[in-house]
């Protein structure tokens, strides 16, 4: 984790506001252990994140996870170009870039190189409204897979949207757990849903729609 940082920091382009390796200890590496202790973490052996940007949590969770495999799903080939370096400076060796749109991810089975049902976690950190990720990460979980969303203060509205989508995606509403990941921080809570029936089959729709036309 200390190379991490160090490579962070040397990045010209780091795609994050927050490259200070006194900062990024708290802003990305507690923030992103923070979901350790969930069920079904600690024991996931293939690990998705969603919008991966800078590499978290997806790096951090890889090195926490050694016999983990985990894909950080980037659609812009810079972030997923950072992403390669800062695993390689690190010498994370479970986890790798894949430069695709989620949805396109999802469609694709494994033997046909995608991810379609191949996870036993996935995870978003700010990405999305509840509804969107959940239509991102039901195609991509297996059978009582999970989705950990990273969300600040709690919204009533948003989260029932979330619950309704779930339903009609195959998962569902399983805790919100709040978490202080360092010292300061504050409204951060942890979304976990479960994937207990399968996904239909006209899931995930093309690229752009889950945001454009939200689930309801």
Excluded: Q
């Excluded at 940082?5 to 506001?17: F, G, M, N, Q, V």
């Excluded at 802003?27 to 600690?42: E, F, N, P, Q, R």
């Excluded at 983990?68 to 370096?85: H, Q, Y």
């Excluded at 976690?121 to 897979?145: F, K, S």
Aim: proline content about 7%; aromatic content about 4%.
């Amino acid at each position: 984790m200390e190379r991490l940082l160090r490579a962070l920091a040397a990045e010209p382009d780091p795609h994050t506001s927050v490259s200070d390796p006194a900062a990024a200890l708290d802003v990305h590496l507690a923030d992103s252990l923070s979901a350790i202790g969930l069920s079904g973490v600690a024991g996931a052996r293939r690990v998705a994140d969603l919008g991966a940007g800078a590499g978290f949590p997806g790096l951090v969770l890889a090195i926490a996870l050694p016999r983990a495999r985990v894909d950080l799903i980037e659609s812009a080939g810079r972030k997923a170009a950072l992403i390669e370096r800062l695993a390689r400076e690190a010498e994370i060796e479970n986890a790798r870039a894949v430069t695709a749109r989620a949805e396109d991810w999802g469609a694709r089975p494994p033997a046909l190189g995608g991810g379609a049902e191949a996870y036993d976690v996935v995870t978003a950190r700010a990405l999305a409204p509840l509804p969107v990720l959940c239509e991102y990460a039901a195609p991509l979980l297996r059978r009582h897979g999970r989705l950990v969303a990273w969300k600040g203060r709690r919204a009533a509205d948003e989260e029932e949207a979330g619950a309704r989508a779930a339903e009609r995606l195959g998962l569902a509403l399983e805790a919100v757990v709040a978490v202080t990941p360092f010292e300061g921080s504050r409204d951060r809570h942890l979304h976990v849903f479960r994937k207990l029936a399968p996904t239909p089959e006209r899931f995930p729709r093309r690229p752009g729609m889950a945001r454009k036309r939200p689930l309801e």
